[in-house]
């Protein structure tokens, strides 16, 4: 069938995007689903850091490749095999598919699917094909879902059922965003009751950690941001406390609980110097390969400190989003509060400007 997607033609371009135009939006060719996958109408999909890494060069990925990992649609066809998803059910793309059946799938979630993290580098689906083209040519998925488009096709151990009654909005943002952020709260994070939380960048990953912290019984929250607006909307959402890494080391904070969520070494500098001796420091953000960090490590032995990295929040999607959609039907989990603007296919290149900017949370394209 023919479809209208966002296309990386190069990585690398300079900026602004909304001039150099990266992303080109036009028409592609897609191929049924094969044996195994789904056939899903993009309703929603959100625009994250792991997108604009692939965009600007810092993450590694063949081009030309039809981006989006963070959506939401309904299955219109499924594959030779699929039997436990029924044509008409809502469900939410997840950017790590798990074969449930290799060394790292057994670890509950702590380490990434071996074939799943294969199949995403090289830019197919998990079995080793691609389902797009463009003028004969192949084009490669992003993280196995591609959902910068009104349709997609995705390995079925890529999307996750979820009820009807769940926004698509909302329901995209828990494939990545709530994934990642709330994950490690709960997963590698673990707070008790009476702990003290602090998330270090406020973007739509750390927004989302803080907004699952305060789900938490008896939990206070603090946000950490260099940037005013960020923490403006940190306090709007209920967040405790706020305050500058540099005011954050004047006032001798302490957390029980650290979620680095940038992707930046001083960053994650700041977050171990803000966790409290018997602490954990989260780190969830994807620096460049390149980067290093500074650190003494006296205080991980004297003080008992932990530094745990966690990617995809350490989630097992068929356990935690069902986890998620029950906070959010409790409404503990205001999960439509991350979303800063909804925007169109064709405005993505300025979107990816705004994002590189630090100006929005989560911009979510609409297909409907």
């Avoid at 591609?146 to 009807?164: K, L, M, N, T, W």
């Avoid at 650290?258 to 930046?264: F, M, T």
């Avoid at 999607?317 to 029950?326: A, C, K, L, T, W």
């Amino acid at each position: 069938m023919r479809i209208r997607g966002a296309v990386l033609e190069e990585t690398g371009r300079s900026r602004p995007y909304a001039e150099s135009r990266p992303l080109s939006v036009g028409e592609l060719e897609l191929a049924p689903p094969g044996p195994g996958e789904l056939l899903v109408r993009i309703e929603a999909a959100g625009l994250c850091h792991s997108d604009l890494s692939v965009v600007d060069g810092n993450r590694a990925r063949p081009v030309p490749m039809l981006l989006g990992h963070e959506a939401a649609g309904v299955v219109e066809e499924v594959g030779a095999g699929v039997t436990d998803v029924a044509m008409g059910t809502r469900v939410v793309m997840t950017f790590l598919p798990r074969c449930g059946d290799c060394a790292a799938c057994a670890t509950d979630g702590l380490t990434p699917c071996e074939p799943g993290s294969a199949a995403n580098a090289a830019g197919t689906l998990m079995a080793g094909e691609r389902r797009l083209s463009r003028d004969g040519r192949p084009v490669h998925h992003h993280l196995g879902v591609s959902g910068f488009a009104g349709h997609a096709v995705v390995d079925r151990r890529s999307a996750e059922p979820v009820p009807g009654d769940v926004p698509a909005v909302e329901a995209s943002l828990l494939g990545c965003a709530v994934l990642t952020g709330g994950g490690a709260v709960i997963n590698a994070g673990r707070p008790r009751p009476g702990d003290t939380v602090a998330v270090v960048g406020l973007g739509g990953v750390g927004m989302a950690a803080a907004l699952t912290a305060l789900a938490q019984d008896d939990v206070r929250v603090v946000g950490v941001d260099r940037l005013p607006g960020k923490l403006e909307r940190a306090r709007a959402i209920g967040v405790h406390d706020v305050c500058t890494p540099e005011e954050a080391r004047e006032r001798g904070l302490k957390a029980a609980v650290v979620i680095e969520a940038v992707g930046d070494p001083a960053a994650l500098e700041a977050a171990v110097d803000l966790t409290a001796a018997g602490g954990r420091t989260v780190t969830v953000g994807l620096p460049r390969s390149d980067a290093r960090i500074s650190l003494s490590p006296l205080g991980f032995v004297a003080e008992g400190r932990s530094l745990v990295g966690s990617y995809l929040g350490s989630a097992v999607p068929s356990r935690e989003i069902p986890y998620f959609v029950g906070l959010w039907r409790a409404g503990r989990l205001p999960v439509g509060s991350l979303v800063s603007s909804t925007i169109t296919l064709d405005e993505i290149n300025s979107g990816m400007d705004e994002l590189a900017d630090g100006r929005a949370l989560r911009q979510v394209i609409r297909f409907d």
